[in-house]
């Protein structure tokens, strides 16, 4: 039986999203811290994890990524430089680390990723980053959103890398789908009715923007 099991950060750390199915897939891996990673043994040995999926190049999202050795990295193509420089839209200075990242996969609009039971759609968002990516799980009606939008109407910011105009497009976009469930980058999963939640986000950004 497919299961997702959230782990939910009480700091500036990003969400960190554990999904085992066939394939055992980690959705950001956060700072890399060992909260994190000791959360994630409880259900499976780091080394059987078989992907790692960047929502976006930032390092809060993505400097636990090394920890998983033995998994294959996806990552929008439009945030790949950002990776592989380890610049991560200056990010890597917020939190003093210097160094470069791999991928094993680029993402696009459109692709599809079978874990097994579970398929999540690929929805290129830009605007906080320009290769922000959502995972939308259709049959659930859960979204990971990444840092696009987050639980209350608040929405990821567009200084490090990002673009406030497609920030805006990318809302409206989400603001329109189906959405039941959001797994957001930061802060609370919203469980029931999520659609209000980001069509709240789209509502505050269009009238400021």
């Known amino acids: 039986m497919a299961e997702i099991i959230p782990i939910i950060s009480k700091s500036y750390d990003s969400n960190v999203y554990l999904i085992l199915d066939e394939k055992r897939v980690i959705i950001d891996t956060g700072l890399g811290s060992t909260a994190m990673l000791k959360e994630v043994e409880k259900h499976i040995a780091i080394e059987e994890i078989d992907y790692v999926i960047n929502t976006h190049a930032h390092a809060d999202h993505v400097l636990g990524n090394p920890a998983f050795k033995g998994a294959d990295v996806l990552i929008h193509e439009k945030d790949a430089q950002a990776l592989v420089e380890g610049s991560l839209y200056s990010t890597s200075r917020m939190f003093n680390i210097s160094g470069k990242f791999k991928y094993n996969k680029l993402l696009k609009e459109g692709d599809k990723i079978s874990l097994g039971k579970i398929e999540l759609n690929v929805l290129h968002t830009p605007g906080h980053t320009p290769g922000s990516i959502c995972l939308y799980h259709k049959d659930m009606k859960a979204i990971f959103s990444g840092d696009l939008v987050f639980a209350g109407g608040s929405f990821g910011r567009v200084d490090f890398g ?11 976009r989400v603001s329109e789908m189906d959405i039941d469930i959001l797994y957001a ?20 950004v269009e009238e400021f923007i």
């Open 185 to 204: 980058g930061h802060d609370r999963i919203v469980e029931k009715n999520a659609g209000r939640d980001i069509k709240q986000a789209y509502e505050i």
């Open 162 to 172: 990002g673009n406030s105009e497609e920030l805006k497009a990318s809302l409206k």
